[in-house]
């Protein structure tokens, strides 16, 4: 059998949402606040576009948009975000949104013991929000569970898994050239969610 002749694409590949922008902060808190709310049995019917809508304007009010866009968010924002969306959460709907950043004195932690205590905590109206800094890229994204190996990961791109021994700690999030993610005192926040 003769080998096919492969085609030439007449075009290049198109991008797919996310790989220009840096919005998974913004998409993060969205997610985080959702999963608390479904695991505090919360089925109010929250407009999330317009929690998403909240956080962006308030962004956009005290940094510039485009560079958020572009480069992404770090703590700053995020927390901006959060209180944002809790103003609106208990004007509009009645809803408590806490969120706490555990990690936040720490000079020395073991990243996967860490994760796996906070990880116990995601009972009723809890949720992780977690962010990531590697070579290549910075994440933010949402844990949903944690195993003796891996994370698993409520994830608006990538996958669903990431594994525990990747992880490193440094208070600052200084990245060593042998490790592959680096966490920091600022990648994780335990939201958490109740009703008035």
């Not at 608390?36 to 956009?60: L, P």
């Not at 995601?122 to 994370?151: M, P, Q």
Request: glycine content about 6%.
């Amino acid at each position: 059998m003769a080998p096919r002749a492969r085609t030439r694409r007449s075009h290049p590949a198109p991008f797919k949402q996310g790989r220009l922008d840096s919005l998974c902060g913004l998409y993060a808190s969205v997610n985080a606040m959702r999963f608390a709310c479904h695991t505090e049995g919360i089925t109010t019917k929250i407009s999330w576009n317009e929690v998403f809508r909240i956080m962006v304007e308030q962004i956009d009010a005290r940094w510039r948009l485009a560079d958020v866009l572009t480069e992404g968010t770090d703590s700053p924002e995020i927390q901006l975000c959060f209180r944002a969306a809790a103003v609106y959460l208990k004007k509009r709907h009645g809803i408590i949104l806490r969120v706490t950043w555990p990690w936040s004195k720490r000079k020395v932690l073991n990243p996967a013991t860490a994760l796996q205590q906070l990880a116990q905590r995601l009972e009723r109206g809890n949720a992780l929000f977690f962010g990531y800094d590697g070579h290549k890229e910075s994440h933010w994204t949402v844990v949903i569970g944690v195993t003796r190996t891996h994370v698993i990961l409520m994830n608006s791109c990538y996958g669903p898994t990431m594994m525990l021994s990747d992880f490193a700690f440094h208070p600052e999030g200084h990245l060593a050239r042998h490790q592959t993610y680096v966490l920091s005192a600022w990648s994780a926040a335990l939201i958490n969610i109740s009703r008035l």
